[in-house]
């Protein structure tokens, strides 16, 4: 008679004992709650709860990424922009995420959407195309402290594109095209004036030379290969004739 009220008991304890086994996954946290209370968090590997007691709710921890949708902004000197970022985060205390806010991917979404708003809204467009980075930070520092009380660790936001009305782009554009222009004319004026001081040089160099701008301008000539059918005509400068009289003089010389 024990025996045939004992095998029933048995079969109902292993059955409640198989029926409590859960497995945790390496990354994961199980947060256990009994009659609705919460009482530990599991570590990975397989454990127990009690069924109907207790239940457990398990929590992805890996890092997970959210979209943030394109959002119009005005920034402070009033141009709207559209801009959409991602968002990186992890749970560092899986309870805090269980018991602490209801849906905490959504939260984190639109908590970042509504910094992103604010941020943005107070610098001026040149400086969100020049420090997204820093602005990325900025964002990044308001959700992090908003969430750490859902037990959510944000890793980073990347802002991806920052689309510009189009009149906007076109003074942009034209504001590009100036600036090239003027770097084109400085770099043509630093040539000029290389060059002008190279003239300088070598002009020097020929007039302290006896004869040496004879020498020059009858080489120029000698360059020239005029149509036979045409006149050439050279207005020489009074320095050649005086430079060839002192070549001469340099000649006779030598050759006494």
Known sequence: MNIF????????????????????????????????????TRTPGLTWIFPGIQQMEKVDMRVRTVDIPQQEVITRDNVPVGINAVVYFNVERAEGAILNIQNYTIAVAQYAQ??????????????????????AQDIKAI????????????????????????????????QAESERERRAIIIRADGEF?????????????????????MRTLQTIEKINPDPSKTVIFALPVEF??????????FKKHQG
């Open 194 to 214: 290389s060059a002008s001081q190279k003239l300088a040089e070598a002009a020097q160099v020929l007039a302290n030379a006896p004869g040496g701008i004879a």
């Open 143 to 174: 959700v992090d402290q908003a969430t750490n009380s859902w037990g959510i660790n944000v890793t980073d936001i990347k802002i991806q594109d920052i689309e510009l009305p189009a009149d906007m782009k076109r003074i942009m554009a034209k």
């Open 241 to 250: 004739f005086e430079g060839l009289k002192t070549m001469n003089e340099h």
């Open 5 to 40: 009220f004992l095998t029933p008991l048995l079969y109902g304890v292993g059955a409640l004992i198989v029926a409590g086994l859960r497995v945790v996954k390496q990354y994961e946290r199980g947060v256990v709650l009994t009659l609705g209370r919460y009482t530990s």
């Open 114 to 135: 509504a910094a992103l708003r604010d941020v943005i809204g107070a610098i001026e467009l040149d400086a969100l195309l020049s420090e997204r980075e820093k602005i």
